[in-house]
Each structure stands twice: as C-alpha cells, then as structure tokens.
C-alpha cells in the first residue's frame, strides 16, 4: 500500500470498525429489550440465556476481527454478508422466544437489514433478504403448529406480510443506495483525470512534455531557497539550439516540432532523476534545464 493510499484506508478501516459497532450497541439493546420482557412475563426464559450469549459472541467477534485488522485481505472486510446471516439468524431465533411480543422480533429483523442499505452490495443484500424470508418463513410456521395460542396463524401470516414488504423495500433502496455510488465513483475519476489534465497543462509544455516556464520558475525559487539554507551549490544550464530558424524555414513548423520533440526525449532520456529539464520560452529555440543542489566538493 503506498503513502497516499494509507489515509483512505484508514478512513475506511475507521467507517467498518464504527459500523460494527453501532451493529453491537444495537444487538446489546434488543437482548436487554429481550429480558425486559422476560422479566415482564411476555418472553420466554427458556433459552433465552444461551440465545443471548450466542448473539453477542458472535457479533463481538466479528467486531474484534474488524478491530484488529484480520480482515483487510478479504474481499468484505466489513464482514456485510456474514454479520446480516447471522443476526437474521438470530432474529429468528428470537422470534421463537419471543411468545407474545413476537410480533416486536420483526422490527429487530428490518432494523438488522436496514444495514445492506450502507455497507452491501446489491447481491449480498439480494441473498440476505432471501435467507431472511425463508428463516423467518421457517420460524413462523414451526411457532403457528406448536404453540397456536400465542402465534396466531392469520395474525402471522399477515406479520410475515408486511415483514416481506419492509425486506423489499430495504432491498430496493439498497440497489438505489448502490446505483448512486457507482455514478459518484465514476463521476469523481472523470473529475480526477480532468484535474490530472489540468495540472499536466499548468506544469508541463504541450509539444515537448517538458516543464513549462511556470513549473521552472518554481523549482528555481525552490532551489535558491535551498542554497540560502543549506552550503550546496546548484546550476542553470541554458542550451540553445543552432540553425533551429533554418529547420523551421527548410521543412516548416511540423519538422521544427517533431524536432523539438526529438531533443526532448534526448534530454529526458539522458537526464538524471534529481534533474529538472523544461522549455523556458514559447520561442522553441530557448532551453532551460535547471538541476537541483549538487553538493560542495
């Protein structure tokens, strides 16, 4: 990873490691929202302590993977796919607990998935509310045949509606969401490269691809600056070319350019990579090739 790309990733290692941990804050609260209703009566007691402690060990460990940088290799180094499975797993485990409040469990599930829409790609977020319809599907059905009183089958049925709707509706967002970025990536190179032509255009000469005045009148202020500092010497090496009117008036301006060109790539070519070699002026028989601080001795 080089230098300039060290601060995007860590803003990025910054972002997922937030992520995950607004995903924990929100896991801790719906186990306490569980006990509160344990407490209350309305939740079944059994299993909710091994339900609790699986929910937080396993968002907690992806949150330490994150933390600790073991998965910036992977292509998902915010553990998306993985985290969104195993909280709707354990959403519909908690719905199974639930008893009476059941209906509540829903709102942890869209709220689990509501993350696709900020760290998902279409796909994943595809294939996790899928898994969710069914898991969900699954639980509902197995609840309606053991235990009719408290999970109604019409009154489920019309839950798992609206639960599929919420699903869709943060999956359509979801690929809404990612749309956009892509036009926002795309839209930020094409602005890139203009700014990159840009700045060739201000430092560079168009015909010969050397430094332009502007780029040389700056790195002759650096250079003095320098000299004013430190006990170096540096020098100014102006080289004209001879006959150069000739060329121009034998073969036209196109062979005095291809000419130009010529002796830039020689000059590029012979060049060291301490020195700064550039067309001074926009008459193409005026050279400047400035070369930075050469030691005393």
């Not at 968002?59 to 290799?73: E, V």
Request: overall charge positive; some cysteine.
């Amino acid at each position: 990873m080089s230098a300039g790309d060290a601060p995007s990733e860590q803003s990025a290692q910054r972002a997922r490691l937030a992520q995950a941990r607004l995903a924990l804050i929100l896991l801790v609260a719906g186990v306490a929202t569980m006990h509160g209703g344990a407490w209350l009566g309305v939740v079944d007691r059994d299993g909710l302590w091994v339900w609790t402690i699986v929910s937080v060990l396993g968002l907690t460990t992806a949150t330490l993977l994150i933390q600790l940088g073991l998965t910036r290799h992977l292509a998902d180094p915010s553990l998306t796919l993985p985290q969104m499975l195993f909280a709707s797993t354990c959403a519909a485990w908690a719905y199974t607990l639930a008893g009476t409040a059941h209906a509540v469990v829903t709102l942890m599930q869209a709220l689990a998935l509501s993350f696709a829409t900020f760290g998902a790609s279409s796909r994943p977020a595809i294939l996790c509310a899928a898994y969710s319809i069914v898991v969900f599907g699954a639980a509902m059905v197995r609840q309606c045949l053991r235990d009719p009183q408290r999970y109604r089958p019409v009154d489920d049925l019309l839950l798992f509606i609206f639960l599929v709707l919420i699903i869709v509706g943060i999956v359509i967002n979801t690929m809404r969401v990612n749309t956009m970025r892509r036009k926002i990536r795309s839209q930020k190179a094409e602005l890139q490269s203009a700014l990159d032509r840009i700045r060739q255009l201000a430092e560079r000469d168009e015909l010969t691809g050397l430094a332009n005045r502007r780029f040389l009148q700056d790195a002759l202020e650096v250079e003095m600056a320098r000299s004013a500092r430190t006990p170096s010497r540096w020098c100014v090496a102006l080289i004209d070319l001879d006959h150069f009117k000739q060329v121009n008036d034998a073969g036209g301006h196109a062979l005095g350019d291809a000419v130009l060109r010529w002796f830039a790539g020689r000059l590029k070519a012979t060049a060291r990579a301490s020195d700064v070699a550039g067309r001074w002026g926009a008459r193409s028989s005026s050279w400047s090739c400035p070369t930075p601080a050469f030691p005393q001795g």
